[in-house]
């Protein structure tokens, strides 16, 4: 498996041609304590770097982008009454959607983990 980082946070990991989207803990960390999550339908096609779904905290509701193109086939339907589990694992359990990439030369628009981290520190 190979994870990857868009600049809008998320990470995405590889498993043959299904991708697993979440959020960073860099990301979860500005939104503080998570609210609720509006996930999407499975079935919903979505296109790389478009919003697929929205994160509500106790500072502002916050859209997710899809760092990927596909169709969503599977979603964390635990978020729906444990949205902070985000917050306590934003990089495992907190996953929040499953996607079958219908495009993997897009994977070529996103960050490996050492240039994410390098990405991060510019923007403190």
Not at 32 to 54: A, H, N, R, W
Not at 61 to 66: T, W
Request: charged fraction near 30%; glycine fraction near 6%; include cysteine.
């Amino acid at each position: 498996m190979s994870r990857y980082y868009s600049k809008d946070h998320e990470w995405l990991e590889i498993d043959g041609n299904v991708g697993t989207i979440g959020i960073t803990d860099y990301a979860q960390h500005q939104l503080g304590d998570i609210t609720y999550v509006e996930l999407p339908e499975v079935g919903t096609e979505i296109k790389q770097f478009s919003i697929f779904c929205t994160i509500e905290s106790v500072k502002a509701a916050s859209d997710v982008y899809a760092p990927v193109s596909g169709e969503i086939i599977e979603v964390n339907s635990k978020l729906e009454n444990e949205p902070e589990i985000i917050n306590k694992s934003p990089e495992e359990e907190g996953w929040i959607a499953k996607v079958k990439v219908s495009d993997p030369s897009e994977l070529n628009n996103l960050m490996d983990k050492a240039s994410y981290e390098n990405y991060i520190k510019e923007l403190d």
